[in-house]
């Protein structure tokens, strides 16, 4: 439904999946299954509604999703999954954030959501996922440092985004996402590094 576009009917069904999450993770809270299938039926419902221009309400979604995420990861560090989730919900808060004006506000979530997928990344950097997944998280940082004008902040984040990107794209010349991912950061630095 989401990708046909019916996007009130994939929130009717988004909401009644997460009634059925959150009834299961009351009955057992150790439950981290249950509990980490609630935090995705959050952040599914924060899609749908951020989709319908519906800020307020997928920032309350979002929430709940780190929330959840938040405690998982603090139960067990060593779960990368979890850390990652917890990542993606601050970059998500931040999302939101950022599209209400509140560039202060988005920073502080990004640089939150960096500070995790850089331990994982220093942890593996042969994990590509988690080096890309820094590499994103450097450009939301860098978009949020050029809208409020700091451009050697921008420029300095761009250009560690592009290295990893340069080495990602290095690794696999086939790997049409890799490409891309250097086009579009060379593309930030040229136009901040441009007169």
């Keep these: 439904q989401q990708a046909q576009g019916d996007l009130p009917s994939a929130l009717r069904a988004f909401q009644a999946a997460m009634a059925i999450a959150d009834r299961l993770a009351d009955r057992d809270?150790?439950?981290t299954e249950w509990q980490r299938d609630l935090s995705v039926s959050h952040n599914y419902i924060g899609n749908i509604q951020q989709a319908q221009g519906n800020l307020p309400a997928a920032?309350?979604?979002y929430q709940a999703y780190m929330a959840i995420a938040a405690r998982l990861a603090?139960?067990?560090p060593a779960n990368t999954l979890w850390q990652r989730?917890?990542?993606?919900?601050h970059n998500k808060i931040g999302a939101i954030q950022q599209a209400q004006g509140d560039l202060q506000a988005?920073?502080?979530?990004?640089q939150a959501g960096m500070a995790i997928i850089t331990r994982l990344a220093d942890r593996d950097p042969a994990n590509t996922h988690w080096q890309r997944d820094l590499s994103f998280s450097l450009t939301l940082i860098g978009d949020i440092h050029?809208?409020?004008g700091n451009t050697a902040e921008a420029l300095a984040a761009y250009r560690q985004?592009?290295?990893i990107d340069e080495r990602l794209a290095a690794l696999d010349?086939?790997?049409v996402m890799w490409q891309q991912d250097v086009a579009i950061s060379r593309a930030n630095v040229a136009g901040l590094e441009s007169p």
């Design 29 to 31: 809270p150790a439950n």
């Design 59 to 61: 920032l309350l979604a």
């Design 74 to 76: 603090a139960s067990d």
């Design 85 to 89: 989730d917890l990542t993606i919900s």
């Design 106 to 110: 988005a920073l502080r979530a990004y």
């Design 146 to 148: 050029r809208a409020q």
């Design 161 to 163: 985004s592009l290295a």
């Design 173 to 175: 010349p086939t790997n």
